[in-house]
């Protein structure tokens, strides 16, 4: 099998050894779930329920202000009463409306109101994206896009290519890979779900060599499933950002999704493999995203693990014996992964659809160094996996000049981190343009409105 791979791009340490071909854990039932009314990218949603209702595990708590807007559902991720709805602080670090439900000790997950079953072949292609859509399910790799809008690409966009995404190329990560371990057959049940909704006839499962073993059993399941020459398995080369959707494009197809275009421009639709998952368990089991699997991991954790959390779980809530953490070595709490994940101040934060892993390190695996002046030595330039010119937007930031960013290619930044980590001078680029991109956003949407 061929190896492919993307230009440009860096190679980081793995460090996912610690949980690597662990098995994906249950964690203990909570006493209660903090559940984020708002889990996606689009309009906001608000509260369906309220104070002293009693709810099943899978009834919807939360849906979109405006019938119809870009929004996906929340649901209970356990049965129980409502004690609370009020702001807490989330993981992007805002405050977010939360729901908070004391769960019923003994039916907590038993308790459930989930959808009737449904065959994804048999039903209309307006009743699958329905139930996708009511089902609530969003990117799981980190955006939090909802998925039917992605099945539902406009009149004039041509879609010849299905990716499953299952690169993983964040370290410390191995969620993704143990799903494909466990849960195969409803990874491929996925895919082909979204083959169907979709008519197309061709898709790739996207993944790192370094998950090659997993080869011989997915093809088993291709085999199994009579999909054999529709779904095909793309092994990439190790190399960071290889997740990302337009290098996993590039890498499998040779195409390349135009400057401000989304991978439709290029005929394909990425989806996650945890997101693939989760389309399957919608239609066999009528089951709505109210679980997460992730990763906790990091030198501060002493129980380095894969594991299942309702949504709105917090890691304090689990016992020591399940989830044990050094809190006199942990120097720094990530969500995400270390490249894009977000830094938090506390462990006191739900689990949320989108939240992949939760890095818990010591002062050694991580360090802030003091900027130094650029030295204009080109590394950012060479690692960039998008193309661009770091140091040009960089000197365009500095002397505020948000258009000059722009034609440096700004918004076609992914924010990988590629730039800072190759930058000598420890310059904090990806912050910085993560800063200047809401910016420049800002302005446009106060112009648009004049």
Excluded: W
Excluded at 285 to 311: E, Q
């Amino acid at each position: 099998m061929d190896i492919k791979t993307f230009k440009r791009g860096i190679r980081l340490p793995t460090r996912k050894t610690a949980t690597e071909g662990k098995p994906v854990e249950t964690i203990p039932t909570p006493k209660q779930v903090v559940i984020p009314i708002n889990q996606h990218f689009g309009a906001p949603n608000q509260a369906l329920v309220a104070v002293g209702d009693r709810v099943k595990r899978g009834r919807k708590i939360a849906g979109a202000v405006k019938p119809g807007s870009l929004a996906a559902p929340v649901h209970a991720s356990v049965a129980g009463i409502v004690r609370k709805i009020e702001p807490r602080l989330q993981s992007n670090n805002t405050d977010g409306v939360c729901v908070y439900i004391e769960a019923d000790a003994e039916r907590a997950l038993t308790d459930t109101e989930f959808m009737p079953p449904l065959d994804a072949f048999a039903c209309s292609k307006d009743e699958a994206i329905a139930r996708v859509r009511d089902a609530g399910i969003v990117g799981m790799g980190g955006a939090g896009f909802p998925t039917y809008v992605k099945l539902s690409p406009p009149p004039g966009k041509h879609i010849d290519t299905i990716i499953a995404n299952g690169a993983e190329c964040e370290p410390y990560l191995t969620i993704d890979e143990a799903l494909m371990i466990e849960k195969p057959k409803q990874l491929i049940k996925g895919v082909a779900i979204v083959m169907r909704i979709t008519g197309v006839q061709n898709a790739i499962i996207g993944m790192e060599d370094n998950k090659a073993s997993l080869v011989p059993a997915l093809e088993q399941e291709i085999r199994s499933a009579g999909l054999e020459g529709k779904i095909s398995i793309g092994l990439c080369r190790t190399r960071y950002p290889q997740g990302g959707e337009k290098l996993l494009i590039s890498a499998l197809t040779g195409r390349e999704v135009p400057s401000g275009g989304l991978p439709m421009d290029a005929g394909c639709i990425v989806n996650n493999a945890g997101t693939l998952v989760a389309i399957a368990e919608a239609f066999d089991l009528g089951k709505p995203l109210v679980d997460r699997d992730l990763t906790v991991s990091g030198l501060a954790c002493k129980t380095p693990k894969n594991i299942r959390a309702p949504i709105g779980a917090m890691l304090t809530d689990l016992p020591q014996c399940f989830m044990d953490v050094d809190y006199d070595k942990l120097h720094k709490i990530l969500f995400g992964g270390p490249m894009m994940g977000t830094s938090a101040p506390t462990l006191e934060i739900p689990i949320q659809k989108n939240t992949s892993g939760v890095i818990l390190m010591t002062r050694e695996e991580t360090a802030a160094y003091a900027e130094s002046s650029c030295i204009r030595c080109g590394r950012c330039i060479r690692g960039c996996s998008c193309g661009l010119s770091p140091v040009l937007m960089n000197i365009a930031l500095n002397a505020d000049d948000l258009d000059e960013a722009a034609r440096a290619g700004l918004m076609d930044c992914i924010e990988c981190g590629g730039c800072a980590y190759n930058c000598p001078a420890r310059i904090k680029l990806t912050q910085r343009f993560r800063v200047g991109k809401q910016l420049l956003r800002a302005r446009r949407q106060t112009a648009a409105k004049k």
